[in-house]
């Protein structure tokens, strides 16, 4: 869990904390803790009171974005920071067309994969 700069926050078009997260998925705010932990979701720490939180394109109808919990593991095994991953997963990628992380909301994890795995080469 991190703090991430203006720049890679303002890429994130909107963020939830982590017990909004927990009633959208129906589950515990331990649990969301936990898939923080485990690597499955990006947390940062936002605004005065530092509260965690994660975009909320990383969570779909009751469930995490489908390939997102992949992605963030090549993008770790690639060496990538926390705030390097959020910062890729909302740039826009004109060949996608759109960001990855739009990308693997509209189930294309696919090519949100070849690209992350295109950039350990």
Known sequence: MTEIDAKTDA????W?????????????VTRVRQLVKEGQLIA???GENRVLMVPADFIGEEKIVKGLSGTLTLLKDDGFSDEEALEWLFTPDPTLP????????????????RRAQALAV
Not at 16 to 28: F, K, N, Q, V
Not at 100 to 109: F, I, K, S, T
């Open 98 to 113: 759109g960001t990855p992380a739009q990308a693997l909301r509209e189930n294309r994890g696919t090519e949100v994969k």
């Open 11 to 14: 890429l994130v078009p909107a």
């Open 16 to 28: 939830l904390t982590l017990p909004d997260i927990a009633e959208r998925l129906g589950t515990e």
């Open 44 to 46: 940062v720490r936002r």
